[in-house]
């Protein structure tokens, strides 16, 4: 798929321009300046064209400390990479000395560049501001603003005719994904983007022993064994009431449990070390509550001395609302374990989205009287499945009041045990009165 990188110093508005042309809020967008540190990546559709759009961090000419050094060399890989490459300048002020050291990089590049001239509210200033702007260079240029979507569709068409004047393909729009979306998520610290780049098998994303080094949610789309998978890396998830509100770590949270909401199946990362902590049980409630299929990793394995048919015990003791979900143990520094990992995604995504047969429902229901007496109160007339990802079933019912939490559960572990276990996703069940 053809590759477009938006470039520029920082607070020029390249998450707002990233987050227009993709259609959703995917990069935090604050006046706080270096919010964005890892390149995210978004698919943009445009008519019967689509293309990968990268938003990258600002690039400092003097980049003094390691993190500010390792999100510039990512950014300067990018446009390495890029077939065509979006250089934002801020229409409301002149060109800055870091305007110009970024286009000094971009023209030794040698890549095919449109200048995006952003934040054009008001046209009195853009104007005054034009002569020094045109000094960069670059004739090829679109008046934007897109906070206000002004000019946005005119610099969509100018990017699909450029590309095609260049002979780059551009894909057709995906109609059906029959892959799965992976969120990996847990706790500050337990190795998130480790892991993540350990599956990628390259250095895709920030990683550092400081808690909030990942902000924005990366995804990935790779191929493994013949098989595809989008991977998502995720912000740190502390206790809500330790993050303050409107902070860059507020915005981090819910893009993390957005990222969540959208996946197939979630992988949730325990450190080996510190054990289950009660923020571990809050998040995979949180999955599960959203109906998300669910792998549980213990990472960090290597940092322990103890079996883990034992420490799988122990999870499932703290934990034993996901009985149903697989336990793995990895150590993403080492790249250990990766194969069970997606084995347990594999599971977990068929299970997400079986059909069962409707002939093994109606057996289950001439069964009930026997497997489930203290139903004697709740007459059971049909059962039927209507909805995968995740499974839900309807039970037919004399009265839809009086069905109580327990049965629910016994008839959950029924349908488990009866019908399929339904490895590693949470199943629904609904009450209707009959007529």
């Not at 938003?55 to 400390?65: H, L, N, Q, R, S």
């Not at 892959?179 to 250095?203: Q, R, T, W």
């Not at 093994?360 to 004697?376: C, E, F, G, H, V």
Request: glycine letters at 6%.
């Amino acid at each position: 798929m053809a590759k477009v990188v938006i470039a520029g110093k920082t607070n020029v508005g390249k998450s707002t321009l990233f987050n227009r042309l993709i259609g959703k809020r995917k990069a935090i967008t604050e006046k706080e300046e270096g919010v964005t540190r890892d390149t995210l990546k978004g698919v943009v559709v445009y008519g019967d064209a689509a293309f990968d759009l990268f938003d990258t961090c600002g690039v400092y000419e003097k980049a003094d400390d390691e993190m500010l050094q390792s999100m510039k060399q990512r950014a300067l890989k990018a446009f390495e990479e890029a077939d065509l490459i979006l250089f934002v300048v801020n229409a409301r002020e002149g060109i800055t000395s870091e305007d110009e050291y970024v286009a000094q990089v971009l023209r030794k590049l040698g890549k095919k560049v449109i200048l995006v001239i952003n934040k054009a509210e008001n046209p009195k200033i853009v104007e005054e501001n034009l002569p020094d702007i045109f000094r960069l260079g670059f004739d090829d240029y679109v008046i934007v603003s897109a906070q206000h979507n002004l000019n946005v569709d005119q610099l969509l068409e100018k990017i699909v005719n450029t590309l095609k004047e260049m002979n780059v393909p551009l894909d057709q729009p995906e109609k059906d994904r029959s892959y799965p979306s992976v969120a990996i998520v847990g706790k500050p610290n337990v190795g998130k983007s480790s892991l993540f780049n350990a599956i990628l098998n390259e250095d895709r994303v920030n990683v550092t022993p400081i808690p909030g080094t990942t902000r924005d949610p990366v995804d990935e789309l790779v191929e493994i064994d013949g098989k595809k998978y989008v991977f998502i890396d995720t912000a740190g998830l502390r206790r809500k009431s330790r993050i303050e509100e409107k902070s860059l770590e507020y915005f981090s949270v819910k893009r993390a449990i957005d990222a969540l909401e959208s996946a197939d199946v979630v992988v949730l990362l325990i450190d080996a070390v510190e054990g289950v902590s009660r923020q571990d049980k809050r998040i995979a409630g949180l999955v599960l509550d959203r109906g998300k299929a669910l792998v549980i990793d213990v990472n960090k394995f290597d940092l322990v001395d103890v079996k883990m048919s034992d420490y799988e015990r122990a999870v499932r003791a703290e934990m034993p609302f996901v009985d149903f979900c697989r336990i793995v143990f990895t150590s993403a520094v080492k790249k250990q374990g990766l194969k069970s990992l997606l084995s347990a995604i594999d599971e977990a995504y068929a299970s997400y989205c079986r059909k069962v047969e409707q002939s093994k429902l109606n057996k289950l229901l001439l069964q009930l009287p026997i497997l489930a007496p203290s139903l004697s109160d709740t007459r059971v007339y049909a059962i039927r499945q209507v909805k995968i990802k995740p499974p839900k079933f309807v039970f037919t019912v004399n009265k839809e009041e009086g069905v109580r939490l327990e049965t629910q559960r016994m008839l959950q572990r029924l349908i488990r045990e009866r019908i399929d276990p339904f490895t590693g996703s949470p199943i629904f069940l609904e009450f209707r009165p009959r007529g």
